[in-house]
């Protein structure tokens, strides 16, 4: 069974630039949700994908976008990028069952983002 | 914000039980328990979860007293490999949407020493 992966591990941007970062979710789950932590904190829910539309979402601005393709991986995209946007940004795969049931989210290392 | 109260830290003796609280008086007959774990710059392992009767998997117990108002977490034999923060989250039974989604609060830091 393949865990949750997530690229890059660290990047560093600079304020006002774009960033994407990717997530591969375990097999055989469908739903991939983001969370961002902060240094110090517990991480919040950004938003969450399923069949390739956002499913729900946190108190973050539209800037904070997403996409999730037909294999189930997502990305995250942040434009204009700010000082308090730097933080590690995880993902979380999990199943929707057709039934509406969840199963427990499994969590990927995270990316480290500087932003400078 | 999260539903549930830790203490922000608790030492334990390497090989003995850690018994980890939590608080969750407003809890909804719907919500489950869960508990995660964050080691240091890793993302967050689940342990364990229920909704009113004491589960045990192979990596911890999980208790429920009778009004569902708090739980108690215990890692049996700690090791030093289990210092890590420990989350404790009430969630709606799992349904579409920001429902089924985590609200992490600042957890317990547990520290286990030889």
């Known amino acids: 069974e393949t865990g949750v992966t997530q690229s890059p591990t660290h990047l560093i941007k600079t304020r006002g630039q774009q960033v994407t970062l990717r997530c591969s979710s375990q097999?055989?789950?469908?739903?991939v949700s983001w969370y961002q932590q902060a240094l110090g904190q517990g991480p919040q829910f950004i938003f969450q994908?399923?069949?390739?539309?956002?499913?729900g979402r946190g108190n973050f601005p539209p800037r904070f976008s997403g996409l999730q393709f037909p294999n189930y991986s997502s990305e995250l995209n942040v434009n204009a990028l700010e000082l308090d946007d730097s933080a590690l940004y995880l993902c979380?795969?999990?199943?929707?069952?057709?039934?509406?049931?969840?199963?427990?989210?499994?969590f990927g290392p995270g990316t480290r983002l500087t932003v400078l | 914000d999260a539903k549930t109260t830790q203490p922000t830290s608790m030492d334990c003796a390497e090989g003995r039980a850690a018994n980890l609280p939590c608080n969750h008086s407003t809890i909804s007959g719907n919500e489950y328990v869960y508990w995660y774990r964050q080691i240091h710059s890793q993302g967050p392992q689940y342990i364990i979860h229920g909704l009113k009767n004491n589960e045990t998997n192979e990596m911890a117990s999980l208790i429920i007293t009778e009004d569902r108002k708090s739980s108690t977490l215990i890692l049996p034999h700690a090791t030093l490999r289990d210092t890590a923060v420990y989350y404790c989250?009430?969630?709606?039974?799992?349904?579409?949407?920001?429902?089924?989604?985590?609200?992490f609060g600042k957890g317990t830091k547990l520290s286990v020493k030889p």
């Open positions: 979380a795969s999990s199943r929707l069952a057709t039934s509406g049931s969840y199963n427990e989210q499994f």
């Open positions: 097999s055989g789950h469908n739903t």
């Open positions: 989250i009430v969630r709606v039974g799992g349904y579409g949407g920001s429902q089924g989604n985590l609200i």
């Open positions: 994908y399923y069949r390739e539309e956002e499913n």
